[in-house]
């Protein structure tokens, strides 16, 4: 028998080129699998983390240093990195363009341990296949952000939203299933979140999360929550849903739905305040929810 742990976090790091809307430019090595990672991690639960890079581009070790994660590894033959030009102040406006992207994950490529959650935390088409979601489902839940079945790398690399055509066939597959408030539509046609996230529970999803820049929304089949953001600034807006989602179905294995998005809203409100994935505490989380919510 492996290790255990709470929740495995699957994805490929990036190597972000993050230009604001001044034009300055921040390099670092990131992706959803380090934000959730942290997320996870230092909300208090056993975290593993299983990425791929090429290590000539990367040192992985270095970047989840510190972070209170289990790292493991697999070589890729190119290192997945992302030009992300945001326009606004908010980072809510931005062109992403492609520029190296990692080998496709497959279950038998995982490390030997048990979790609770396989939390499926890809970049770009690809990264999974919905095989993967049904394998994973046979040994724990399975948590998908679907920012990675919806964002295609087109052949000028330049990055594009396009439905998951096997959506009917996997989402029966996936507990827990993240999207922002465009992706829901893409997927659903519907602008309303709340109508949007109705729908994806009928398709199959047994939780869904719908994230926007003032609220976090949670539909279990009976009922429709909702919790504002509250961050005082957007510094740290990079990784925002990553870590919502990683706060989220970590604490759903301890607390109901409500307490679960209060708790998630509120580590991403404070993550928000500083750039970076998540460095804090859950302690650091509990004393942010009492004073601001």
């Given at each position: 028998?492996?290790?255990q ?18 034009g300055n430019?921040?390099k ?11 997320a ?7 975290t593993?983390?299983f990425t791929k ?8 070790e270095?970047?989840?240093?510190g ?7 697999k ?24 520029m190296?992207v990692?080998?496709p994950?497959?279950?038998e ?14 970049l ?15 040994h ?10 919806l964002?295609?790398?087109e052949?000028?690399?330049?990055m ?5 055509e096997e959506?009917?066939?996997y989402?029966?597959?996936i507990?827990?299933l993240?999207t ?12 309303d979140?709340a109508?949007?996230?109705k729908?994806?529970h ?5 939780e869904?999360l719908i994230t ?5 929304l949670?539909?279990?089949?009976k009922t ?24 989220y ?5 301890r ?5 679960a998005?209060r ?11 500083t750039p970076?994935p ?16």
């Open positions: 028998m492996g290790k742990y709470d929740v495995l976090v699957i994805g490929p790091v990036s190597l972000d080129h993050n230009i604001d809307y001044q430019e921040r670092e090595l990131g992706g959803a699998v380090v934000a959730s990672g942290y996870a991690a230092g909300s208090g639960n056993r593993a983390v890079a090429n290590p000539v581009d990367a040192d992985v270095e970047r989840f240093s972070s209170g994660a289990d790292v493991y590894f070589e890729s033959r190119e290192t997945c990195s992302i030009r992300n030009q945001y326009f606004t102040a908010d980072k809510e406006k931005r062109a992403c363009t492609s190296g990692c080998d994950f497959r279950f490529e995982l490390p030997d341990v048990e979790t609770a959650i396989y939390h499926f935390a890809g770009v088409y690809g990264d999974f296949d919905g095989s993967l979601f049904a394998e994973a489902s046979k724990g839940k399975v948590a998908v952000d679907v920012q990675c079945l964002r295609h790398v052949a000028d690399k330049t594009a939203f396009h439905d998951w959506k009917m066939k989402l029966p597959c507990d827990y993240k922002d408030a465009a992706e829901a539509e893409i997927m659903t046609g519907l602008s979140r109508e949007a996230a729908l994806l009928s398709w199959g999803a047994r869904v926007h820049n003032t609220e976090v949670a539909y279990d089949g429709i929550y909702t919790c504002p953001i509250k961050a005082r600034n957007l510094s740290g807006r990079t990784g925002r849903g990553d870590t919502t989602f990683a706060g179905i970590t604490e759903r294995q607390a109901g739905v409500e307490e998005l708790y998630c809203t509120a580590l991403v409100s404070l993550k928000m305040e970076g998540f460095k804090g505490t859950r302690e650091d989380v509990l004393a942010y929810l009492k004073e601001f919510y």
